[in-house]
Every structure is written in structure tokens, then in C-alpha cells.
């Protein structure tokens, strides 16, 4: 909230993503399909075993399947990228080339949108009868709403129990920074890389410094960076399937309890992490009890 000098002037302002309605369906289908094809490249791993998937397999259908698809939402995200500002007078979305101002009056209705993809959403209905041609996304819809009802007058808008804008609200409480994926992933890949890589050396070449000392130093870190880099996508795949999980309970109980959205998300969070990290872990152990 700010005033401006003068009369006082309450606004509300916050960083969306202001999808086309073009824009948004494309970036929501890939955001589909690459979470699908982790899924099922990971159900692909544990059928396929005679003969298995190769590293270099592997890290092709992950960049042609997963990778590939969720860079180009992101990249449509990226170029959606505004700046809301809410008001008794206007609503105002700053894009990087287009502004657009809609008087506060003109707004009759606020709707969350039925599937949150490629991210939690809002549409907002005008007194024309004809909905915002740009679509609302971020990660707490509800702060919006709050904004609109409060400050624009807006009658029509979502309760705050609507399932949509309890799933996205919890959510939102555990959203991550780009580093605590690379810590997660890439760093925690380091672990299970060591011991097979370790392990490998000793059987191929009868030593931990057994490549290197043969093939030479290009030789041996090649294979490092083949088994850390395979790992890692391994680890990307396993936790898609506890995120899938996670993600299913936690949309599941705001559509029947919406008030335990938060308590719910806090377990299946502390679950998930848990299943991940030990999980993986156990499995590690497991390959070499068998």
C-alpha cells in the first residue's frame, strides 16, 4: 500500500505475468507436456531394463521431452511479465511495450481460472461483457482479489475459500528461489555420483585414479561429468514423481477442504522432501546390497 502526496491516494501494485489469451494456452501446454514426459521418462527407466536406457539416451529425452518444453513457458512467462497497479480509479498493467488501463469501474466481475497452468490465475469479466483480453497470473491470486475487492470496489470476486485461491495461497508459502533447485539437484547429485563413480573406476579400471592414469585427465573427467550430469536428471525425475504426488493431495484437499489447503501443503512439502533425499539415498544403498 502507498499514498502519494496530496490526497491520499491507496493503491495496490504487484509483478504479474499478463498472458494473451494465445500466450497463456501455448505456455500452459508446455508446461504440460514437460511435466508428462518426466513422468514418463522416468516410467521408462524402471521398465525399460533389457536392454536399458543409455546415459546419452537419457539425457537426449531429457532435454528433447522436459527440458526443451518448460524453457519455452518460460521464455512466453518471461515476455508476459508486468507490472499491476490497483486503485479507486484504474487498473493499470505495464508491460515492457504496452500499457493498459482499465477504469476500476468498468471491472464487474474477477473469476480464478479453472486450471491454474501454466500458473494460478485470474480472468477479469468487464461491464462490456467481454472478459480482459490479458489474463492474470501469480503465484497468490488471493492478494489480488483482496485488492480489487478492497480498493477497486469490485462486487463480484472469488471467496477467500475459493479451492483455487487456497491451493495457489499454500503453494505460494513454499515457493523456491533457482539456487535451492541447484542445491538440491545439482549439488545433493554429487553425493550418489561420488560412490558409483568411485565404484565404477574400481571395477573398469581397478582404481579410483585408474582412468585418468590410462586414458588421461580429459578421459576421466568426461565420465565424471557423464555420471553427474545422468544423476542429476535422475534425481529431476524421481522427484517429479513425489512432486506429481504432492502436488495431487494438495489440490484434492482444497477442492473438498479448502481451510486445511495449508496444514495439508505443510505435510505433503515435508513429505515429499523426506521421500526425496532419503529415498533416494535407500535406493543408492539398495543397488549395492543387491
Not at 505456455?27 to 533389457?50: E, Q, W, Y
Not at 487498473?91 to 482499465?102: F, N
Not at 472469488?158 to 508459502?173: E, F, Q, S
Request: with cysteine; hydrophobic share 55%.
Amino acid at each position: 500500500m502507498s499514498a502519494m502526496a496530496g490526497a491520499p491516494r491507496v493503491c495496490a501494485t504487484f509483478r504479474v505475468r499478463a498472458y494473451g489469451r494465445a500466450g497463456r494456452t501455448v505456455a500452459a501446454i508446455f508446461v504440460l507436456v514437460s511435466r508428462l514426459n518426466l513422468l514418463l521418462l522416468l516410467a521408462a527407466l524402471v521398465i525399460a531394463t533389457d536392454p536399458p536406457l543409455l546415459p546419452f539416451d537419457v539425457i537426449q529425452l531429457f532435454l528433447v521431452g522436459a527440458a526443451v518444453p518448460a524453457g519455452i513457458a518460460w521464455l512466453i512467462g518471461r515476455a508476459a511479465e508486468a507490472d499491476l497497479e490497483v486503485d479507486a480509479d484504474q487498473l493499470v498493467v505495464q508491460r515492457r511495450r504496452q500499457r493498459i488501463e482499465v477504469p476500476s469501474a468498468a471491472i464487474v466481475r474477477v473469476r480464478a481460472w479453472r486450471v491454474p497452468l501454466p500458473a494460478p490465475g485470474l480472468a477479469l469479466r468487464l461491464r462490456s461483457g467481454r472478459t480482459l483480453p490479458h489474463g492474470i497470473a501469480l503465484a497468490d491470486p488471493a492478494s489480488l482479489v483482496a485488492a480489487l475487492a478492497e480498493i477497486a470496489r469490485v462486487a463480484d470476486v472469488p471467496a477467500t475459500t475459493h479451492p483455487l485461491l487456497a491451493y495457489a495461497r499454500a503453494r505460494a508459502a513454499y515457493r523456491r528461489r533457482w539456487y535451492h533447485a541447484l542445491g538440491k539437484f545439482v549439488l545433493f547429485a554429487l553425493v550418489p555420483t561420488a560412490i558409483l563413480f568411485n565404484a565404477h573406476q574400481h571395477i573398469s579400471y581397478g582404481g579410483l585414479l585408474g582412468q585418468y592414469y590410462l586414458l588421461g585427465l580429459g578421459a576421466y573427467l568426461r565420465t565424471f561429468a557423464l555420471y553427474w550430469t545422468t544423476i542429476t536428471i535422475y534425481l529431476v525425475l524421481y522427484a517429479s514423481a513425489w512432486r506429481a504426488v504432492a502436488e495431487a493431495v494438495c489440490l484434492g484437499t482444497a477442492a473438498v477442504a479448502p481451510s486445511r489447503a495449508a496444514g495439508v501443503r505443510r505435510l505433503a512439502e515435508t513429505g515429499s522432501a523426506l521421500g526425496y533425499y532419503a529415498g533416494a539415498l535407500v535406493i543408492l544403498a539398495l543397488r549395492f546390497a543387491s
